[in-house]
C-alpha cells in the first residue's frame, strides 16, 4: 500500500521511531517498561508491553484500521525481528500485536503457531454452526435404516439442505441418495404390499394419520379397537410430560416431531403384519437385511397419483400398481416436450377459462392438461408437441398486431393486459436453475429477465421458419390461425 498522504507520512515514521525505541529499550530495561518520546500519555494508552507465547509484546489500541493497514506496512519494511499479529478475541473483537522475536526462524514459527491458531478457532464455529448436519452425517456413515412416509419430497429435502444441489433428473438424484442413504424404506409402500392391511386399506386411506389411526388406536384415538384382526402387534409405550400431553392425546398432526413418531409405529405394525418378529431380532442383526422386508427397501413412489415407482438401488422408474388394481389413472402422462408454460396472464383467469381459449383455437381436444405452478403460473399440456411452438409463434403474431383480429381472437382474454409471457419447458428449466429464488414464478422470471428472453430471441428464427412451413400447407389448414 503506498504512502501518499502526509498524514499517513507521519504516522508511518512516528510508529517506526516507536518500534526502535521499544525494541531497543528491551534489551536495557529487565522489567519491560518503556517511555515513549513525543505525547507520552496517548502513547501509553494506545501501546502497552505484554507478552505474547513467551515473547514480548506491543499491544495495540485505540488505532483506526487505516492506522493498523499502516502499522503492519512499517513491520513488514523495516523490522525483521517485529512480527504483526492478530487474535481474535471473543465474538467478533481482534486483538492487534507487534511481537518481539528473536531470529527469522522464530518469527515464522511464530507466524506457523498464529495461524493454525486461527485454523483451530474456526473449525470450532464451523462445527457449532453445523447443527443437525451431524445427525445426517452419523445416519450415513452407520448406514441406518431410514423410514418415512410417502418420503420422496422429505428425502429430497434432506438431499438439499443437508448433502449438496438436487441434480437435474431423478435418476441421478436417486443415486447420489443411495450413495449417501443406502436403506430407505416407503411405509407407503409397505401398506400396500400386505394383502389384509390392503383390503382394509380400501375403505380408508394411505395417508400417515389415517394408517396410524388404523393400526395403533390405543395411542390416535385413546382407545383400545374392537377389530381383533388389528390389535396392535408391537406394544408401544409412550411418556409424556404434562405440558405436552394435551397436544399429544389430540394428535398434533404435520408436527414433525409426531409425525416422526407416528411413522415409526406404523412402520412397527406394518412389519409384524409382514411376519417380520422383533423379539427374535440380535443387536448385530441389520433390519434392513431380513429377507420378508429386502424386497421392499429402496422403493419409493415418485408420483402417488401415476403411480411411478423409483428404485433407489438402480435408478429405475416403473409404473407400477401395487394392489388397488381397480386403481385408475388419475392424471395423464406427463409429457415435458409438449408443455407450454404460461405466466403474467390476468389473475382473473381460471385454468378452465385458459383451457377454453387455447382450445378454440387448437381443437377441443387439443390439450391434455392444465398444471398450476402457482397463482401467477400454469403449464398446459397439449396432446401434440407440434402445438407448443406454434402457440408461441401464435401468441408473438397477435402481440406484433394491433388490428381488429389481434383484438378479437379467443386468445386475446389470455394475452390482455399485455404482461403475458410464455416459454416451453426447457426454458422454464433454465430460469428455475438460476441462483435467484422467488416464491412466485413470474417474479423469478422478472429476476433471471435477460437471460430467458435473449435464449427465445435466439430461437425466433426457428419459429418463424416454422411459420412459414405452417402457412406454405397447401392440404391442411393450420388450426393456430383459424378462430370463429
Not at 407407503?188 to 389415517?210: E, F, P, Y
Request: net charge neutral; glycine share 4%.
Amino acid at each position: 500500500m503506498p504512502v501518499v498522504k502526509m498524514a499517513d507520512t507521519l504516522f508511518t515514521e512516528r510508529m517506526k521511531n516507536i518500534f526502535t525505541e521499544w525494541r531497543d529499550g528491551l534489551l536495557r530495561n529487565s522489567n519491560g517498561e518503556l517511555q515513549f518520546q513525543g505525547n507520552s500519555n496517548d502513547s501509553q494508552q494506545q501501546l502497552r508491553t505484554i507478552f505474547f507465547k513467551m515473547r514480548p509484546a506491543l499491544s495495540l489500541s485505540g488505532f483506526t484500521s487505516h492506522q493498523l493497514r499502516l502499522i503492519h506496512l512499517v513491520i513488514r519494511r523495516h523490522f525483521q525481528d517485529l512480527a504483526y499479529v492478530q487474535i481474535n478475541g471473543e465474538k467478533t473483537c481482534q486483538q492487534q500485536l507487534v511481537v518481539r522475536t528473536d531470529s527469522k526462524d522464530d518469527r515464522e514459527l511464530l507466524m506457523k503457531e498464529v495461524k493454525d491458531e486461527h485454523c483451530r478457532q474456526a473449525e470450532v464455529k464451523v462445527q457449532a454452526a453445523v447443527g443437525f448436519r451431524h445427525v445426517i452425517d452419523l445416519l450415513s456413515s452407520e448406514q441406518k435404516l431410514i423410514v418415512g412416509h410417502n418420503c420422496f419430497l422429505d428425502i429430497a429435502h434432506i438431499y438439499s439442505k443437508f448433502v449438496g444441489p438436487l441434480p437435474s433428473t431423478a435418476e441421478e438424484f436417486v443415486s447420489s441418495v443411495n450413495k449417501c442413504f443406502p436403506y430407505v424404506v416407503d411405509t407407503k409402500m409397505l401398506l400396500n404390499a400386505n394383502d389384509v392391511l390392503q383390503q382394509r386399506m380400501k375403505k380408508s386411506q394411505t395417508s400417515l394419520s389415517s394408517a396410524f389411526a388404523m393400526l395403533c388406536p390405543q395411542i390416535a384415538l385413546g382407545k383400545k379397537s374392537t377389530d381383533l384382526a388389528f390389535q396392535s402387534c408391537v406394544k408401544v409405550e409412550v411418556q409424556v410430560d404434562d405440558l405436552r400431553s394435551s397436544n399429544w392425546n389430540s394428535g398434533a398432526k404435520h408436527e414433525a416431531g409426531y409425525d416422526a413418531f407416528m411413522t415409526g409405529c406404523v412402520f412397527a405394525q406394518t412389519c409384524s403384519h409382514l411376519g417380520i418378529d422383533f423379539q427374535s431380532f440380535l443387536p448385530s442383526e441389520h433390519l434392513a437385511h431380513n429377507e420378508k422386508l429386502q424386497k421392499h427397501i429402496n422403493l419409493l413412489y415418485l408420483s402417488w397419483s401415476n403411480r411411478d415407482i423409483i428404485d433407489l438401488t438402480s435408478g429405475k422408474k416403473n409404473a407400477v400398481s401395487l394392489g388397488y388394481t381397480n386403481h385408475k389413472k388419475r392424471c395423464p402422462e406427463i409429457l415435458f416436450e409438449n408443455i407450454a408454460l404460461i405466466w403474467g396472464f390476468p389473475s382473473k383467469l381460471k385454468a378452465r377459462d385458459i383451457r377454453e381459449c387455447i382450445s378454440k383455437v387448437f381443437g377441443p381436444t387439443s390439450v391434455t392438461s392444465i398444471y398450476h405452478l402457482d397463482e401467477t403460473a400454469v403449464f398446459v399440456q397439449f396432446n401434440k408437441e407440434k402445438f407448443v411452438s406454434e402457440f408461441l409463434i401464435l401468441k408473438e403474431t397477435l402481440e406484433r398486431s394491433d388490428g381488429p383480429v389481434s383484438v378479437l381472437h379467443p386468445l386475446a382474454g389470455l394475452l390482455e393486459g399485455g404482461n403475458t409471457q410464455a416459454a416451453n419447458y426447457e426454458t422454464y428449466k433454465d430460469i428455475c436453475s438460476s441462483p435467484s429464488s422467488k416464491i412466485l414464478f413470474a417474479d423469478q422470471a422478472d429476476a433471471v429477465g435477460t437471460k430467458w428472453k435473449n435464449k427465445l430471441i435466439e430461437s425466433k428464427a426457428a419459429m418463424e421458419s416454422l411459420e412459414r412451413e405452417s402457412l406454405g400447407e397447401k392440404n391442411e389448414v393450420n388450426p393456430a390461425f383459424v378462430f370463429c
